[in-house]
């Protein structure tokens, strides 16, 4: 177990954790190259934003539902064995993609059915990984570890999309099919590299009763603490108008600009640097959590309304990746701040109860925002998701409980 200090060390003092953070950056690079190659390929079989809809929204609802289940697994049972058991699942569903896309015989339910597979696995591992970093670094180099986490996620995702739009221009998506495969056994090597992720002492799998008041303490701690449900039920809604402009960028560009997949993989890139430079500025900086949290959230909706009005697609893309930035940095800021207030002990249940309210808004926004696409047009769906973002923001600016927030 780490123990603390009172000058943190940098996070890559410890090679268990920097094992583990080499098989994730490799993770990155082909789940960068699948988010990219998959919408295009739903795209190019049905010419459907409402289908992109669905596959997104398919994509991130497990995180909502499964979390539950998830955190209790986090904090009962072998977590190294759990994370070792997702990425095996993960590694079958896309080996088979590759397969059936290769043969000629992936369709589109199997894309929905196989997405729902890889975010449940996802769900479970993401709940197994965030009560690691604390048990594997102790808490006071937290925030630093998600920062790396995340900025390398994000740089990697600055390569990826360009390499993958090239890829499926000239090749189609099986590239990117396989190379994803390939990189769930190389996080699984890294994983199984490490000798434990924790618990202490592995109780097993819970009982309905345990998993039950598992998820009654997770929402207990919830709503005991105000800042932290202010801001669940404020990302809930922030997820919901998001979806509904993000869903809708390849029909965007495809149809306001006559973009070509290598520019639509260019896009894609800029979007995830400038969430690399919003995590990096979050590590750096030490500002009033709750002032940033409220400017922050009221600068990414402004990144957002050049879309509606530009004929440029690079002011488009300078939106995005503007926006992105603070994104990045709120991501960043506020899983950093939800670590150091939870008890380690109760980490796990926590998140799960917290993702299921973050994220639960993310399919109907999806959806809704490809049904859009598809019937009032794309800038208009645009607009709609840039002054809903702003307008929140201005609502949200007048909770004292937030504004106060400086733990």
């Known amino acids: 177990m780490a123990t603390t200090s009172a000058r943190p060390a940098s996070v890559f003092h410890s090679s268990a954790f920097s094992r583990f953070y080499a098989g994730q950056a490799l993770s990155y690079l082909g789940d960068g190259l699948r988010l990219l190659a998959i919408p295009l390929l739903v795209f190019r079989l049905t010419g459907s934003a409402t289908a992109i809809g669905w596959t997104w929204g398919l994509e991130l609802l497990p995180y909502a539902f499964v979390s539950l289940i998830a955190g209790s697994l986090a904090d009962r049972v072998d977590r190294r064995r759990l994370m070792l058991t997702c990425d095996g699942l993960r590694f079958t569903v896309m080996a088979l993609f590759a397969v059936l896309f290769a043969t000629g015989h992936l369709v589109l339910w199997m894309i929905y059915a196989g997405v729902l597979v890889l975010a449940t696995g996802g769900a479970i591992f993401l709940g197994a990984q965030t009560p690691s970093i604390p048990y594997l670094l102790g808490k006071e180099r937290v925030k630093g570890a998600v920062a790396v986490l995340y900025a390398t996620e994000q740089s990697v995702n600055l390569v990826a999309p360009p390499i993958g739009g090239v890829l499926f221009a000239l090749v189609g998506p099986l590239p990117a099919l396989a190379i994803n495969a390939v990189t769930y056994l190389t996080s699984q090597i890294a994983v199984a590299s490490v000798r434990t992720f924790g618990p202490d002492k592995s109780r097993g799998l819970p009982s309905r009763r345990e998993l039950a008041g598992d998820i009654a303490a997770g929402w207990r701690f919830l709503w005991a603490d105000k800042t932290m449900a202010v801001l669940s039920v404020s990302s809930c809604w922030f997820n919901f108008i998001g979806s509904i402009g993000f869903v809708s960028l390849i029909p965007y560009f495809k149809l306001a600009f006559g ?4 520019v639509i993989g260019l896009a894609f890139g800029c979007f995830p640097a400038g969430a690399a430079a919003g995590a990096y500025l979050a590590g750096r900086t030490h500002w009033a959590f709750g002032p940033a949290m409220i400017a922050a959230y009221f600068l990414d909706g402004l990144g957002w309304l050049p879309l509606p009005w530009t004929h440029s697609v690079w002011m488009a893309i300078v939106g995005v990746a503007f926006s992105s930035l603070c994104s990045g940095y ?19 249940r926590v998140f799960g109860v917290v993702r299921m309210v973050v994220l639960v808004g993310i399919l109907p926004g999806s959806v809704l925002g490809g049904w859009l696409s598809d019937h009032v047009g794309v800038r208009t769906t645009m607009l709609i998701s840039a002054v809903g973002f702003c307008a929140f923001t201005a609502l949200l600016a007048f909770s004292p409980t937030l504004r106060r927030e400086r733990r």
Not at 259 to 262: I, K, N, S, V, W
């Open 259 to 262: 973009a070509g997949d290598h």
């Open 330 to 348: 709120v991501v960043t800021s506020i899983v950093s701040w939800r670590l150091r207030v939870i008890p380690e002990e109760l980490v796990g």
